[in-house]
């Protein structure tokens, strides 16, 4: 298949794009965009990965591509497609290395002058209380068993050791727990990987944040999710660190023998895959599962310890800090779910990479705290940008498998942004805005510099406007650790 898309991409309906059916698609492609950042989105070539996708056995309906999208492994970054779950195929590649890469946020009762004396102290406490970085490692060390039942129980089995609370576990997706996860189906390596690195930030676009509620779009919705303007509010965005990305690398060499067994003819060999009900799919479905797991523990360790550090720092009791969490979202993630196909309901196998559930009210999986007015969304932008929370959709059910945008997506890659982008001065640059910055190393500054990701406002603008997800509140950053 080669780049013919430049010529025949057609505008279908609000900020929305058709790739048309041709020779080797199983399924049309259809991407979320504007106009300028459908330019950018081309010239990327990102669109090539959605017609490569159409082509995997058992796709339904369409192959997906949200207004962030942007090259990856396989699949593109911001990617959504729907298997059936007969006669479908998963692939890794259409989840991603970082499995369970996600985002919480945490909703306080304290405002910008509450911190604001206090804001320096609070980033170098929290980045010297939460380790960050490639390979580092946490305060926790586990051994091999202790590790199979992190991958088992996942936020649960932090909670149970006085790191948190139940209304936390509520406040995750799934519960913070796939109970599809078997521990016994992750390899030794992956398991070692996981042993001292639980609790960490790890490096890359993973962040904590604070930040302020700078403006709210639907007061009502606000409310209900605890947050009014003004107010102080934690986003954590991290994933299942090298575990995760060791459970990728297995079962991509797994998939790759697997494609030549069940006789699967595919456009790009990074589509490696098998039948999802094949011993190899249902093997890799409980490992990524267990990851997944992994990678909500871990954000719950996170949130233990940034409760602990605004404690200490500002001297405050729990009571008087109000740290709810408000929601916490997986970014790469496969999922078995019920939608409604061609009027009748049927069983999928739906993999979001760099991809968002946006549930509208009343659904199923929803906690019953939001089951009258939606799924929180959490949308990441980058250092000295905005972040946005959104709300789900029945359009997004309708669309979209109910998935929405994740982040606002890169358009530069890191050894791009490092050319163009001084660390020291980007710095300088965020602490004259006010934003308190601290990394590991300097030169993730410059790779996760805000001109090498796509404009977050105008991301968020074309998922609002094509009504897969509305927004709630406008976040802005006063500080930032980084890996």
């Known amino acids: 298949m080669t780049d013919e898309w430049k010529d025949s991409l057609k505008e279908v309906g609000k900020y929305k794009w058709l790739i048309p059916q041709r020779e080797g698609m199983r399924v049309k492609g259809i991407i979320y965009a504007d106009k300028k950042l459908l330019k950018s989105i081309c010239q990327d070539k990102a669109p090539q990965q959605v017609i490569n996708v159409a082509a995997l056995p058992g796709i339904v309906k369409y192959s997906l591509a949200m207004p962030d999208i942007h090259w990856g492994y396989g699949f593109c970054i911001g990617g959504v ?21 996600g985002v919480r946020l945490i909703r306080t009762n304290l405002v910008q002058k509450d911190i604001q004396h206090k804001l320096s102290d609070l980033i170098f406490a929290l980045f010297n209380n939460i380790p960050s970085g490639v390979g580092f490692t946490g305060r926790i060390k586990l051994n091999k068993q202790e590790v199979s039942k ?10 149970a050791r006085g790191m948190g609370e139940q209304a936390d576990i ?81 079962y991509l060499r797994v998939m790759n023998e697997a494609v030549r067994k069940y006789g699967i003819s595919l456009p790009d060999r990074q589509l490696a895959c098998a039948p999802l009900k094949s011993p190899e799919g249902m093997n890799y479905f409980q490992a990524m599962s267990a990851a997944a797991n992994y ?30 969490l408000v929601y916490d979202v997986a970014h790469n993630i496969g999922k078995i779910e019920e939608h409604i196909v061609d009027g009748k309901k ?20 929803l906690p019953d705290v939001y089951k009258e007015v939606g799924q929180p969304v959490l949308i990441p932008g980058t250092m000295g940008t905005h972040s946005f929370v959104l709300v789900g959709t029945q359009t997004a059910m ?80 006063l500080g930032v650790i980084k890996g």
């Open 398 to 477: 309708e669309q979209t498998w109910g998935s929405t945008c994740h982040g606002s997506g890169r358009v530069m890659s890191r050894t791009q942004a490092l050319k163009q982008v001084s660390g020291y001065k980007l710095q300088q640059q965020l602490a004259e805005k006010g934003i308190v910055v601290k990394a590991r190393k300097i030169k993730t500054l410059a790779e996760e510099a805000p001109l090498a990701y796509k404009d977050v406002d105008a991301v968020v603008n074309v998922c609002h406007q094509a009504g897969i997800s509305k927004k709630v509140a406008r976040l802005t950053p």
């Open 295 to 324: 990678a909500w523990a871990n954000r719950q360790c996170i949130t233990h310890w940034t409760r602990e550090t605004f404690q200490r720092v500002l001297g405050l009791s729990m009571g008087d800090l109000g740290m709810e």
């Open 150 to 159: 992190v991958l088992q129980k996942g936020a649960e089995w932090v909670v």
């Open 346 to 365: 049927k069983k999928l196998c739906i993999h979001r990479k760099g991809a968002t559930r946006a549930l509208p009210a009343g659904h199923q999986d």
């Open 170 to 250: 509520e406040h995750t997706e799934n519960n913070g727990c796939m109970q599809s996860a078997d521990a016994g189906k992750v390899s030794q390596r992956a398991l070692e990987r996981g042993r001292e690195q639980l609790g960490t930030l790890g490096a890359g676009n993973h962040f904590l944040e604070i930040q302020v509620v700078d403006q709210i779009y639907e007061s009502a919705l606000a409310r209900n999710f605890g947050l009014e303007e003004g107010q102080i509010v934690i986003m954590i965005h991290t994933g299942s660190r090298g575990l995760g990305y060791q459970v990728c690398d297995d």
């Open 81 to 101: 497609a729907a298997m059936d779950y007969e006669t479908g195929v998963i692939s890794p590649g259409g989840i991603g290395y970082d499995i369970n890469c």
